[in-house]
Each structure stands twice: as structure tokens, then as C-alpha cells.
């Protein structure tokens, strides 16, 4: 794409390298892509606003609140919502293009639907508990997200799905099968970001927003075969390093690419756990009845992920480029054979488990080191210095001993840098 800086048009109309009108024509352009820019200090402000002004509401109520009777209380229980519902109508009427007046008044309806719930339920001894409060509250705000396209209203809602899903899943033990529908009804928001603005901060947010809530939620499969869990989560963040790889997201800076950070550092995090002798004595431990295998949900839940990842894989074709590609995708298979030979020769697929790390923090030392990218280099040293500091709380070493490795890998640590920098002095001059 050109860029023109610093051009004066009248000057261009002067030497007659454009005609009046295209100058004009130019001129409007430069107007509407100003005017239509979203202000983004505005929409901080105006959702800052919108919660202050709610907490302040509710503060100065909250200070009588006692010395009200019963219907004074529902009045105020319910006036600060019904103020929230004026602003989103007065903003969809006449402020419709404005993106700071769609965020505050959306965002402010959003925590006065919340108040109102639980004001309401305190003044008429409603019980109930906290997962249903939560699931009426999402379900009420859902419209908010489209009727006022509200991104905030929408990362505030994926939020709130995720705590119903882990208030019900982890705190009470039932299966809180109802998120994956409320997440299904927030994606088409997601999808209209990606249409209209890829590079934008709500599109990468949401990202981030999705792939932990996913991560949060997923442990909620388990029930009966908990063991094959670990399969879903390794094939889960393959799945998400392969989306990441994809060509937009790869373009990506690193921070504005969830999926593959996650995938990157979740995989790397999860084998390191594997690698000691602890976690496979935890999966032996737990005996499973193979015979019944179709019928567990976890080994469907797995089964869905490892599938997903194999697609992708094939898509990716990373044997086509073995010495270029991360060890990273090739994760979720390997795993499957460590896990089930770990299963019933532990000390194996603890060795293997080292070797896979071992693998990951030797490529990023070399690309890094062929792509004169500091980072990736030292991503690889991290992980071999993580994987040592590992087995020195396994193994049985001495202090001197340890503090030995410590200096060697800090020696290494500091002539692997300096070697590159000095690689890229030598390239510059």
C-alpha cells in the first residue's frame, strides 16, 4: 500500500499532476476516514463513566437502603437498569455511528441488569444459586452484544459464561453442558470482528478472551476416565499452535496471537509435567475399564480435539519443511504413543517426555540461531534451563553439584547472546 506524508494538494492542483476534483475528491476521503476512526480514549472514558457512575448510584442507595420500605427498594432496584435501557435507545436513535456511546450505555445496561437480579432476589428472600444468577444475567445481556454491536458488553459476557461454567462444573460437580451453547451465541460477533477489523484490538482480545475461557472449561468433560483428559488438553493447545501457524494469524505480532503462544507455551508446560516420573504413577494409578471405552464423554472429547489437530496438521504439511517446522505440532502424536506406553511402562514415557523437551529447546536454539532472532533463541535456552531446573529437584544432587549446572547454563546463556548480537553488528557494518 502508498502512503502520501506531508503533500500539500493544492500544490499537486498547481503542477498539474491531479485535476480540481480529484483533489477534492482525495480531500473528502481523508474527511470520512477521519471522521469514521474510532476515539479510542472516548469509549475508555465513556465505559469508565458508565461503571462509575453505576457504583455511584449504587453506593448512595446502598448508604439508606434500610430506611427504605419494600417498594421504595424494587423502584431502586430497578431504576438504575431502566436509565441503562433509555441510554442504549437514545445512542441507537441518535448516536447510532458513535462507538463511544454504543460501549458506555451498553456496558452500564450490562452491570444494572446484574444489580437488579440480585437486588431484587435480597428484597423478596429469592433464593437461588450462583450459577443460576449468573446463566439469567448472560442470557438477558445477550442481545446487547448485537443490538449495540458492544465489544466490551462481549468480552464481559465471555467472562460471565466462564465463571457459570466453572461455578457449576469445578465448585458444585454438575455439567454445565449450557456453555458451549452460550459460547456458540457470542462467535458470530467474533466472526463479524474478523470481517471488519482483523487488526484491531477487539478482534485480538476476544481471541485471548476465547482460547483461555476453552482452556478454563475444557478440565469440565471430566467425570469417569479423567486420565484421558490430558490427551484433550495436548491435542487442544496442538490445535490451537496449528491455527496460530495459519497465515493471518502468523502475520500477527507475537502478543496479538493467542493461539499460538498458548499452544506454544501450554505445550511446553504440559511435557515438562510429563517428564516427571510423578505423573506417570498418577496415571497408572488410576485403572480404567478399556472394554467401555466408547462410553466415556472424555475419550469423545479427545477423540473431536485429536481429530481437529490431525486436519490441521495435514493441512499444514510440516513434513514438507521438517527442518523449518516446530516440534510443537507434532505434540499431540507423540503423546499418544508416550501415553499409552507410559501407561504401562511409566519410566518410558518419562524419558520420552524429556526427550520431546529436550527436541523443543534444541530447534529454537538453532532457528533462533539461523534466523538471528534473539527471542527464539533464548526461548529455546528457557526451555532446556527449565527442563534441567526440573531434574534437579528430581534427581538426587548435591548443592555444589547444582549450583555447578546453574553457572554452566548462565554461561551458556550469556555466549549464546553475545555470539548473535555480535553476528548481527558484523551483518550491519
Known amino acids: 500500500m502508498r502512503k502520501l ?29 477521519t471522521d469514521n476512526a474510532p476515539n479510542r480514549l472516548g469509549i475508555v472514558l465513556s465505559v469508565l463513566g458508565a461503571i462509575l457512575i453505576g457504583l455511584g448510584i449504587m453506593l448512595i ?8 420500605s419494600r417498594p421504595i427498594k424494587t423502584v431502586f432496584a430497578f431504576f438504575p437498569m431502566i436509565i441503562g435501557q433509555i441510554a442504549c435507545g437514545y445512542t441507537l436513535f441518535r448516536k447510532k455511528e458513535s ?27 429469592l433464593e437461588g444459586e450462583l450459577g443460576s444468577f449468573l446463566l439469567t444475567w448472560m442470557l ?4 446487547l452484544i448485537y443490538l449495540m454491536q458492544s465489544s466490551i458488553v462481549s468480552l464481559l459476557y465471555l467472562g460471565g459464561i466462564t465463571w457459570y461454567a466453572t461455578n457449576c462444573g469445578y465448585a458444585n460437580n454438575h455439567e454445565p453442558y449450557l456453555y458451549w451453547g452460550l459460547l456458540a451465541m457470542a462467535m458470530p460477533h467474533y466472526y463479524r470482528l474478523f470481517q471488519n477489523s482483523p487488526n484491531g484490538n477487539a478482534f485480538n482480545y476476544h481471541s485471548w478472551a476465547i482460547t483461555l475461557s476453552v482452556i478454563v472449561t475444557l478440565g469440565l468433560w471430566a467425570k469417569d476416565a479423567t486420565v484421558l483428559m490430558w490427551v484433550a488438553y495436548v491435542s487442544l493447545l496442538a490445535l490451537y499452535f496449528l491455527i496460530g501457524c495459519q497465515p493471518f494469524f502468523r502475520n500477527k505480532r507475537s502478543i496479538n496471537n493467542p493461539y499460538l503462544l498458548l499452544g506454544l507455551f501450554g505445550t511446553i508446560s ?15 494409578g488410576e485403572k480404567m475399564n478399556w472394554k467401555n471405552l466408547l462410553t466415556h464423554q472424555e475419550f469423545w472429547v479427545s477423540l473431536v480435539l485429536v481429530a481437529s489437530s490431525l486436519y490441521l496438521f495435514l493441512k499444514l504439511k ?35 517426555s524429556n526427550l520431546f523437551v529436550l527436541a523443543i529447546g534444541a530447534f529454537y536454539i538453532y532457528r533462533g540461531n539461523e534466523l538471528n532472532r534473539l527471542g527464539i533463541l533464548n526461548l529455546g535456552m528457557l526451555t532446556l534451563a527449565a527442563l534441567i531446573i526440573c531434574r534437579f529437584f528430581d534427581l538426587e544432587l548435591s548443592f555444589v553439584t547444582r549450583g555447578v549446572l546453574f553457572v554452566l547454563v548462565g554461561i551458556g546463556f550469556f555466549i549464546t547472546n553475545y555470539q548473535l548480537i555480535k553476528r548481527r553488528e558484523q551483518l550491519a557494518n
Open 5 to 33: 506524508q506531508n503533500i500539500n494538494l493544492d500544490d499537486l492542483v498547481a503542477e498539474g499532476i491531479i485535476d480540481e476534483k480529484t483533489a477534492n475528491n482525495i480531500l473528502a476521503f481523508q474527511t470520512k476516514k
Open 270 to 284: 504440559l511435557f515438562l509435567g510429563f517428564t516427571f516420573y510423578g505423573f506417570w504413577e498418577e496415571v497408572i
Open 318 to 352: 510440516p513434513l514438507e519443511n521438517f527442518n523449518k517446522i516446530s516440534p510443537i505440532p507434532f505434540g499431540f502424536i507423540l503423546f499418544l504413543l508416550v501415553f499409552f506406553i507410559g501407561y504401562n511402562y511409566p519410566y518410558i514415557g518419562m524419558i520420552l
Open 99 to 125: 462507538r463511544a456511546w454504543r460501549e458506555g450505555s451498553a456496558t452500564f445496561l450490562f452491570f444494572t441488569v446484574g444489580a437488579c437480579i440480585g437486588m431484587v432476589s435480597q428484597i423478596y428472600n
Open 61 to 68: 442507595v446502598a448508604h439508606n437502603w434500610d430506611n427504605f
Open 140 to 143: 438477558l445481556v445477550l442481545p
